[in-house]
């Protein structure tokens, strides 16, 4: 500790971390109860903040026993402790997508995807180049096959409206991001080319048992999600079928990336393509499946006015350009802060972890503490992207926020992507290969939603997105 304490010199003094983890097995199981059952999310981290006053805290993170045998986390819930995670020089992020547990890697064809590799490790560097050059051969197809993703969507909720008067976006959303994701990336159209409309489900029911020890069914009673999905790894063999369709379609329709995987990063073809497949379905594919119906909701929650506003500004940039390209695209600033300022409300992955590769102090607005080499560290990101000390109105949809030169300071502390928004992803960071793309194709969904509609209504009651109106463009 005497590193530790020569560290605190010009910070203040090193505290103890506060918190407990409870007695063996019976502390983990006590927390994941409260955690899932009794409290909720929030509320359990926010009931541990006021108990022990800080913002870093020990405590047990799903999904413990019979899972893991090491439940315990150095939890950092604010702003500024936050973006250690990041900090390279202090941490590695070698098997911790998931926290305390990791799935299977029967799930990826044996293999550990790019996602749960160090960049200290040598393939980390291979995939992500790789990663990088899909993204970058693709970029003349992303505004067209959006826009061709787009208006099948619109063509199906506009059906579903005029037969029923109301319309889910959950199902159609999916296929929307699914064939986009197909056919920018590879080429090939997976409705016609061997999946069909099928491939969301598949990516469903592959994501499911992997995801399920650290998450809620939703359908299940919580007591039965304690005592199955909480308590026991579920195994691969049930989806392997719909897994083998996936990636047998890239294997076939990647081709050509597969043999640059080859010859220019020196990847095995197989691994490549199953890390591939990774990138898009849990990481594109999940990822935008949480994002585009958040912003429907929060944009719907917002009224009239933005809605209003949203509209004028894209129309007014389409009509200047003669048509919706990166230009036009690239002028809309309340398209670009509203899309930043639901990131910032409701990032896609709550939660991000790391593993202290030395001995280091963490700050946060109120001290600081000493970690010790081989400690687990998590974020809960919404308690640090709503930071109060960080952003006024932090619990508010401000659409605007990040617009002007103030707003362009405040990016700095958007952190969806595993790192911070003004950070450059590389091959030796663990940031989001495809953080830019992201934000430019989430701006796309908001240009061609107001581009074809004047607003819309949502039902509040319901915790899916489901148009109540939904009014065409009158322009």
Not at 38 to 48: A, P, Q, S, Y
Not at 349 to 358: D, G, M, N
Request: proline letters at 6%; charged letters at 25%; a neutral charge.
């Amino acid at each position: 500790m005497k590193v530790l304490a020569s560290m605190a010199s010009t910070a203040g003094p090193v505290k103890e971390i506060p918190g407990s983890y409870g007695p063996p097995l019976l502390g983990a199981i006590a927390d994941r109860f409260e955690y899932f059952v009794t409290e909720g999310v929030d509320k359990f981290f926010k009931k541990r903040i006021d108990k022990y006053k800080s913002t870093v805290l020990k405590v047990n993170m799903p999904p413990g026993p019979l899972i893991v045998s090491d439940s315990r986390v150095i939890m950092l819930l604010d702003g500024k402790s936050f973006p250690v995670l990041y900090d390279l020089s202090k941490v590695e992020k070698k098997n911790v997508l998931t926290g305390t547990y990791m799935p299977s890697t029967s799930f990826t064809g044996g293999y550990r995807v790019a996602v749960y590799l160090d960049p200290s490790e040598e393939n980390h560097s291979k995939l992500k180049r790789f990663c990088f050059e899909v993204l970058g051969s693709s970029r003349d197809r992303y505004f067209p096959e959006f826009a061709r993703a787009f208006d099948e969507l619109s063509a199906a909720v506009d059906k579903e409206m005029a037969s029923r008067g109301k319309a889910s976006f959950g199902e159609q959303i999916e296929q929307l991001i699914f064939n986009f994701l197909c056919r920018s990336l590879t080429g090939a159209d997976p409705v016609t080319q061997g999946l069909g409309t099928d491939g969301p489900s598949y990516v469903i029911k592959w994501l499911a048992p992997q995801l399920a020890p650290t998450l809620s069914s939703g359908f299940l009673p919580k007591i039965v999600d304690e005592l199955t999905i909480h308590s026991i790894r579920l195994p691969f063999w049930p989806v392997s079928g719909y897994y083998d369709k996936l990636f047998n379609f890239l294997w076939t329709h990647a081709a050509p990336a597969l043999d640059v995987a080859e010859k220019e990063f020196g990847l095995k073809r197989a691994e490549a393509c199953h890390d591939l497949l990774f990138n898009i379905s849990f990481n594109a594919f999940g990822g935008m499946s949480i994002l585009f119906p958040s912003i429907v909701k929060y944009i719907g929650n917002a009224g009239n006015q933005l809605q209003r506003d949203l509209a004028e500004e894209i129309r007014g940039a389409v009509r200047a350009q003669g048509n919706l390209n990166g230009r036009a695209l690239e002028s809309m600033a309340l398209v670009r802060s509203t899309v930043y300022e639901v990131l910032r409300i409701d990032p896609p992955v709550p939660l991000q972890y790391a593993r202290a590769k030395t001995d280091f102090v963490v700050e946060s607005h109120d001290g600081v503490y000493g970690v010790k080499k081989g400690e687990l560290l998590g974020g809960y990101q919404p308690f640090a992207t709503k930071d109060p000390k960080l952003f006024d109105r932090a619990d508010e949809f401000v659409p605007r926020r990040f617009m002007g030169p103030e707003g362009e300071k405040m990016l700095k502390h958007v952190l969806w992507s595993n790192g911070r928004e003004t950070d450059e992803t590389s091959a030796d960071n663990k940031q989001c290969g495809g953080k830019d793309i992201v934000v430019m194709v989430a701006r796309l969904f908001v240009a061609h939603f107001f581009l074809q509609y004047d607003s819309y209504t949502i039902d509040q009651s319901s915790s899916s997105v489901k148009f109540t109106a939904l009014n065409k463009a009158t322009f």
